[in-house]
Nanobody, 123 residues
Framework: QVQLVESGGGLVQAGDSLRLSCAAS????????AGWFRQAPGKAREFVAA????????YYVDSVKGRFTISRDLAKNTVALQMNSLKPEDTAVYYC????????????????WGQGTQVIVSA
């Protein structure tokens, strides 16, 4: 089992930056990819970014490319999402996810989820 806990959400203005962090515990040695998803009110959950175990491969949805950066620290069992140039449309609950199965980095099937952290971007 893997447990994930997100932190770092908050209320910011458009153009600001925010850094989300996800701490993993439990069977962390078994984690392959880690990812970030988001869900805005009334909308479906969206796959935002992912990073491979070694950090050598990443995935970003088109709407965040060039603004968001995912990173991973295996020694600390953490995954971060640096979000720059935030827009009101980035407002959502952000979820950290992990999987222990090997899949293509762009695959959105994940097994383990955090509880989510709220990000609100005001215009």
């Amino acid at each position: 089992q893997v447990q994930l806990v997100e932190s770092g959400g908050g209320l910011v203005q458009a153009g600001d930056s925010l850094r989300l962090s996800c701490a993993a515990s439990g069977s962390t040695f078994s984690i392959y990819d880690a990812g970030w998803f988001r869900q805005a009110p009334g909308k479906a959950r969206e796959f935002v970014a992912a990073i491979s175990r070694t950090g050598g491969t990443t995935y970003y949805v088109d709407s965040v490319k060039g603004r968001f950066t995912i990173s991973r620290d295996l020694a600390k069992n953490t995954v971060a999402l640096q979000m720059n140039s935030l827009k009101p449309e980035d407002t959502a609950v952000y979820y950290c996810a992990a999987r222990i199965q090997f899949r293509p980095i762009s695959n959105s099937a994940y097994s383990y989820w955090g509880q989510g952290t709220q990000v609100i971007v005001s215009a």
